[in-house]
């Protein structure tokens, strides 16, 4: 395939360019400056992508990037760049493809199971309502603007990302200090679901909804609902470390704020329907199997080795 990546640097884009190329596909990686090297194009968030005749004719163009949503308080200027560099500069890409001659034939934005709020264990599909908050909010507009690419492609998919499970960055690696150093626990009560993918699942989902005729939006998720809790009982067995200090609620509200409810402390029990109606195979299914695969040093205990 002849794709585009923003957030291509990323932990998801970096795994998602090397499984392309390794393949025999040509990436673009989409660059916030005057482009260095042949596979770079030029894109900024508040114009969109600038003119080039390697834009033209594109396979599909993956829209990563996105602000950080869980580096530290929302404070009113780190709202306005949450959403502003979802919902206002995916429009603004949307438009620059639109004065293409050949526009991208499928375009793929990433979104988040924030989508959905906090919904205790309501079992959660892609046909479920979106729910309240900031996040909920923000992923709304940013679906919004994705799905205005419906008239210039062929195709437009919203990835729902659950949280991608990799030790080389992430929500796992920083989760693992203190367990390595024997003093994790759950957060609050631990009773929240955790929606979860290992990072090779989620690369190969990526290209599973590109090369097959699916459009809206797909839970990148694993089938297996999880709590903090038993997120929690994992981690410290696959390490084989205490788990015993739990993190009151209180405290992780003082210290992040409404970053804290919405992110660490609300429940999203989200299913992949898509997915598997669509035959995706999972090569890590299970949280003991994905971390595992992240966390053993002997490869040969590692699964899917």
Same mark, same amino acid.
């Given at each position: 395939?002849?794709?585009?990546?923003?957030?291509?640097?990323?932990?998801?884009?970096?795994?998602?360019?090397?499984?392309?190329?390794? %393949?025999?596909?040509?990436?673009?990686?989409?660059?916030?400056?005057?482009?260095?090297?042949?596979?770079?194009?030029?894109?900024?968030?508040?114009?969109?992508?600038?003119? %080039?005749?390697?834009?033209?004719?594109?396979?599909?163009?993956?829209?990563?990037?996105?602000?950080?949503?869980?580096? !530290?308080?929302?404070?009113?200027?780190?709202?306005?760049?949450?959403?502003?560099?979802?919902?206002?500069?995916?429009?603004?890409?949307?438009?620059?493809?639109?004065?293409?001659?050949?526009?991208?034939?499928?375009?793929?934005?990433?979104? /988040?199971?924030?989508?959905?709020?906090?919904?205790?264990?309501?079992?959660?599909?892609?046909?479920?309502?979106? !729910?309240?908050?900031?996040?909920?909010?923000?992923?709304?507009?940013?679906?919004?603007?994705?799905?205005?690419?419906?008239?210039?492609?062929?195709?437009?998919?919203?990835?729902?990302?659950?949280?991608?499970?990799?030790?080389? !960055?992430?929500?796992?690696?920083?989760?693992?200090?203190?367990?390595?150093?024997?003093?994790?626990?759950?957060?609050?009560? !631990?009773?929240?679901?955790?929606?979860?993918?290992?990072?090779?699942?989620?690369?190969?989902?990526?290209?599973?909804?590109?090369?097959?005729?699916?459009?809206?939006?797909?839970?990148?998720?694993?089938?297996?609902?999880?709590?903090? /809790?038993?997120?929690?009982?994992?981690?410290?067995?696959?390490?084989?470390?205490?788990?015993?200090?739990?993190?009151?609620?209180?405290?992780?509200?003082?210290?992040?704020?409404?970053?804290?409810?919405?992110?660490?402390?609300?429940?999203?029990?989200?299913?992949?329907?898509?997915?598997?109606?669509?035959?995706?195979?999972?090569?890590?299914?299970?949280?003991?199997?994905?971390?595992?695969?992240?966390?053993?040093?002997?490869?040969?205990?590692?699964?899917?080795?």
């Amino acid at each position: 395939m002849n794709v585009a990546l923003s957030g291509a640097s990323g932990l998801i884009g970096s795994a998602l360019t090397r499984s392309l190329e390794a %393949s025999g596909s040509r990436c673009h990686r989409l660059v916030r400056r005057t482009p260095s090297k042949p596979d770079e194009l030029e894109w900024r968030p508040e114009r969109g992508l600038a003119e %080039s005749p390697a834009a033209e004719g594109l396979d599909a163009l993956i829209h990563l990037a996105g602000e950080n949503v869980a580096a !530290g308080r929302w404070t009113a200027a780190r709202r306005s760049r949450i959403s502003a560099s979802r919902g206002r500069a995916t429009l603004r890409l949307v438009e620059s493809l639109s004065r293409l001659e050949q526009p991208p034939r499928v375009f793929v934005c990433a979104s /988040a199971v924030g989508y959905y709020g906090d919904r205790g264990d309501e079992l959660l599909d892609e046909d479920s309502t979106s !729910g309240a908050g900031f996040l909920a909010s923000v992923c709304r507009e940013w679906e919004a603007a994705a799905q205005t690419a419906s008239t210039v492609c062929e195709r437009v998919v919203i990835l729902r990302f659950g949280v991608v499970l990799s030790a080389r !960055g992430g929500a796992l690696a920083r989760m693992l200090p203190p367990f390595r150093l024997g003093v994790g626990g759950r957060l609050g009560s !631990g009773r929240q679901y955790f929606p979860w993918i290992h990072i090779d699942d989620a690369v190969a989902a990526i290209r599973h909804v590109i090369e097959r005729d699916i459009r809206g939006p797909v839970n990148l998720v694993a089938p297996e609902q999880l709590t903090n /809790a038993d997120l929690t009982r994992a981690i410290a067995a696959t390490l084989r470390r205490p788990a015993l200090l739990p993190v009151p609620s209180p405290a992780l509200r003082l210290a992040f704020g409404e970053m804290a409810q919405e992110t660490l402390l609300a429940s999203a029990r989200v299913f992949p329907a898509v997915l598997q109606e669509t035959g995706f195979s999972y090569r890590h299914p299970t949280l003991g199997a994905a971390l595992a695969r992240e966390l053993l040093p002997n490869p040969s205990a590692r699964t899917g080795s």
